[in-house]
């Protein structure tokens, strides 16, 4: 029987765990430690967490829920979970980390999972997607994962859907995470147009690397931004405030290297970037 780790037992990796176990799939969830959660999707449900360090067995398919900012740290484990046929699919915002995970044939999913893990509490939010790029191999994992609830889909746009993603990460991490405040933040006309110059900066690096995006594209994420409750944070909001290191090196930090490499102007870009590189500094 086909077997499949997660490795994360947080708001991604718990909801891609459970359907896999609530599909009679043979899954084991790992993290730091051996421990319990609970998964709060409304109804809740306990899913036990085996510690990643002291596991011997080997998996067909692992998916990858750790933050960005945790690969190296999980390395050393998911080289000895490996066999010559084991695929990875990283389950993780941001762009340029796949290069990371050689020891397997891996690829990087878009994934629309929203949630939040608190202690030993996840709840999740809505959605349960993930899209995949387009490879045979993932047409097979697709068909794998078909009796399950996990929506799976597999498309030629996708790299186009991680830059779209990026976008959107782009403006309002970037905010939220400076100010330390909520979505609430838009409704301020002075932030406003500078989301909206970060994001013009940002299609022009993403445009120049090879996308076609349209300038459309900056209202079309400020409306999803006003859509947000005000009171929402993001991932690096949450993380400013716990002093948590930021997946700034593969969002910002991506788009600030690629601005370099095609030598473009993106004065908003740069300033944000050094502000949220210096709350990085000699952080771990
Ligand atoms: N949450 C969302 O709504 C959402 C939506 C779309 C994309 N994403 C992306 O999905 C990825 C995962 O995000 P997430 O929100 O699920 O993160 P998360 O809630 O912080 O969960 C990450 C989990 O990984 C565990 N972990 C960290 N280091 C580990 C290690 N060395 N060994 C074993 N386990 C380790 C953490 O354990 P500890 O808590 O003990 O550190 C935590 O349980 C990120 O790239 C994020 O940007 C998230």
Known sequence: MTNFAVIGNGAVGSVIANELKSAGKNVRLFGRQEQQIILSMPQQVKL????????????DYIFVA??????????????????????????QNGIGQLLQFNMAQSFQAAVYISGQKNGLQVTHFRDKKLI???????????????DTELVIEVSSNQLTILW??????????????LSKNTAQIVEIPELRELVQSLLKEGILIANTHGES???????????????????????????????????YDFIQ????????????????????????????????
């Open 48 to 59: 036990n967490v085996t510690s990643l360090v002291v596991n011997q067995e080997k998996f």
């Open 132 to 146: 995949l790029p387009e490879h045979q191999l993932m047409h097979q994992l697709k068909e794998e994962l078909s």
């Open 213 to 247: 995006f349209t300038h459309e594209v900056v209202d079309e994420i400020m409306a999803i931004y006003d859509g947000y409750p005000p009171q929402m944070g993001t991932s690096m909001y949450y993380d400013t405030l716990e002093n948590r290191l930021l997946e």
């Open 253 to 284: 930090g991506e788009f600030y290297r690629l601005a370099r490499h095609y030598q473009l102007k993106t004065p908003v870009l740069d300033t944000c970037c050094i502000l949220l590189s210096a709350y990085q500094y000699k952080k771990h």
């Open 164 to 177: 779209y993603k990026m976008l959107v990460n782009l403006g309002i991490n970037t905010v939220t995470a």
């Open 66 to 91: 750790v933050k960005a900012t945790r690969i190296a740290e999980i390395r050393s484990a998911l080289i000895k979970m490996c066999h010559p046929d084991t695929i990875i699919i990283v389950c």
